[in-house]
């Protein structure tokens, strides 16, 4: 009788390079969405992108970095710097864009993910690398260009006032989750940010 052997899927895939990579994360993503990061293990992940566990270990120290690099998939965590001819309407624009990337799985994986760091310290460093560069890094181009127009000093873009308006999105979005309301946006950008950038450094 002829026994059909079970197929390893592993060996049976030879994918290379972009198309490896994009498996292995796209694997990480759904084992997030499914078993969270407290469950997610590189094992897991392997089986799911059928590549072995070697593989990752070869492109990634850890699970930790695995993970924000699937977080970024696609440009997940990146957001358009605005430009409307003004500040007010630049900065709202932005963390209403902000805002909408918070209410997709993206932010609840990222909301997830917070809640990890204190037991894990690498998970905890790439955070407040990478995700503070969600709206943060958009910021800098609107700031430059309301320095051009003269609605703002230079001396704000490199001072901690520059960021305020993401990070206090960022922060009710921690504490609250999304989505997040259109007026706690504006009383941000109109109660705490143009006060704050707008006066005399």
Known sequence: ???Q???DHRKASRRRGEELE????TATLAELAEVGYSGLTMDRVATRART?????YRRWAGRAEL?????????????DAPDTGALRSDVLTLLRRVSAK???PFGGIMRGLLG????DPDLARLIRERVHR??????????ERAVERGEVDRRVLDSRRATVAPDLLRNHFLLFGAPVEDEIIVEIVDEVYLPLVLREP
């Open 102 to 104: 918070m209410d997709t």
């Open 52 to 56: 072995s566990k070697t593989v990752l």
């Open 134 to 143: 969600v709206g943060s890094g958009a910021i800098r181009p609107i700031l």
């Open 22 to 25: 994009r498996a292995i994360l």
């Open 1 to 3: 009788m002829d026994v």
């Open 5 to 7: 052997q079970p197929v």
């Open 116 to 119: 990890e760091m204190t037991r």
């Open 67 to 79: 993970v924000m690099d699937a977080c970024e998939l696609d440009g997940a965590a990146e957001v």
